[in-house]
Nanobody, 124 residues
Framework: QVQLVESGGGLAQVGGSLRLSCAASGRTFRSYGMGWFRQAPGKEREFVAAISWNGDTTHYVDSVKGRFTISRDNAKNTVLLQMNSLKPEDTAVYYC?????????????????WGQGTQVTVSS
């Protein structure tokens, strides 16, 4: 019902910036909460950021607060993740996710649809 495609990943230097984009196709996009998860090598996938279905609530993992910003444009069926002040610890595959309202921090079990992932690598 919903297909998600990420773009914007790549290489960045420490302290640099990247902006990830998630393009959604299918119906009822506006009724879904949207978010981003990431998975580093050898680690489990973790929550990064989420925005509620109507855009009035956002959540972030503590490690990215003040550096990352999630936003959505329902008219364009897109979700963005602006990443500033990047650190090597941000290196991971980033996944776009869609689920329920996402008024609270979502767990993986709350996600109904996943993107294919995009690699982000941060180095000195």
């Amino acid at each position: 019902q919903v297909q998600l495609v990420e773009s914007g990943g790549g290489l960045a230097q420490v302290g640099g910036s990247l902006r990830l984009s998630c393009a959604a196709s299918g119906r009822t996009f506006r009724s879904y909460g949207m978010g981003w998860f990431r998975q580093a090598p050898g680690k489990e996938r973790e929550f990064v950021a989420a925005i509620s279905w109507n855009g009035d609530t956002t959540h972030y993992v503590d490690s990215v607060k003040g550096r990352f910003t999630i936003s959505r444009d329902n008219a364009k069926n897109t979700v963005l993740l602006q990443m500033n002040s990047l650190k090597p610890e941000d290196t991971a595959v980033y996944y776009c996710a869609a689920g329920g309202t996402f008024r609270v921090v979502p767990a993986e079990a709350d996600v109904n649809y996943w993107g294919q992932g995009t690699q982000v690598t941060v180095s000195s």
